[in-house]
């Protein structure tokens, strides 16, 4: 059985692979979740840029999921370097209930 990071796995951070499936997946199994977001931090540039094409989508649609893991994304904003992955949670920073300090912090670790 292939594993979510096989479906997204590949060769051109141009293409957004099958992370469309990816997010077909996750609505019909919220428990893979965690699988696909735990992805923004893989090794490989590829499958980091694709799950966080498909964190951002999924949390477009069930902001809640996303809600979740706010305290992980705002530890972890000064570490995101791939601009691939940094696009995708500049977006997902919109789906969160930030509070203003929250929000001052983010724009200014992310736009250093």
């Known amino acids: 059985m292939l594993s979510i990071y096989d479906l997204l796995k590949g060769n051109d951070l141009r293409s957004i692979g099958k992370s469309n499936e990816v997010v077909s997946l996750v609505t019909r199994d919220p428990l893979l979740f965690d699988e696909v977001f735990d992805g923004i931090f893989h090794e490989d540039?590829?499958?980091r840029?694709?799950?966080a094409d498909a964190v951002k989508k999924v949390g477009k649609r069930f902001p809640e999921y996303?809600?979740?893991k706010k305290s992980v994304i705002?530890?972890?904003l000064s570490k995101f370097e791939q601009k691939e992955v940094v696009w995708h949670i500049a977006m997902m920073l919109g789906?969160?209930?930030?509070t203003?300090?929250?929000t001052d912090k983010s724009f200014n670790q992310l736009y250093k």
Request: hydrophobic residues 35%; contains cysteine.
């Open 45 to 47: 540039k590829v499958i």
């Open 49 to 51: 840029a694709r799950c």
């Open 66 to 68: 996303i809600q979740k």
């Open 74 to 76: 705002l530890k972890n």
């Open 95 to 98: 789906y969160l209930n930030l």
């Open 100 to 102: 203003k300090k929250e």
